[in-house]
């Protein structure tokens, strides 16, 4: 057996021994240690200038989230042609919006290029397991908000692993 899973076998049995109170202190540890290594990993500048140049599809909206060492690159926009309505997609952390998450280290904004009046934008969270992003595409006509699809994804591992996708018709997918 090699020193790794020697080590791998020893921390699993200390924590098999521990109490829920000292599981629980070790989860937040953990959870902190990766918060810590999103921060202070990598150029988020250089990420953030990478994603608005390649991370928005013809139609203007962000594509899919991916993760760029330990922070996960969340582009969202939104598109107009007129007042009353828009096409949009962001992404949610954890049941809020990325912009309202406690994780977000950083997001930014910039006007959409051409014609179309809207936006786009660049979310970077930590790469922290168990973290829950729904990637939301919608619309508005008329004043009332729709949701079009929804994809959801979860780190696991370390990884941003999609677990579902779902189409949403009728007026369960509205949001406002």
Known sequence: MDVDALHHDAVEALIRDMSDAEL????????????????????????VGAAFESAFGRDGLGMLPWVEGSVIVCPGGMVSKSKASHRC????VDGS????????LR????????????????ALLPLIDGTELDVVSGRARSGQHSVDHVVSFEVRGGELVEVSQRTVSGSHGRTG
Do not use: N
């Open 24 to 47: 629980h202190d070790v989860a937040e540890l953990v959870r902190m240690v990766q918060l810590e290594r999103a921060i202070g990993s990598g150029d988020h500048d250089a990420i």
């Open 89 to 92: 997609r962001f992404v949610s």
């Open 97 to 104: 919006w990325v912009w309202e998450s406690g994780l977000l």
């Open 107 to 122: 997001e930014d904004k910039r006007s959409s290029p051409g014609s179309d009046q809207g936006f786009r934008a660049v």
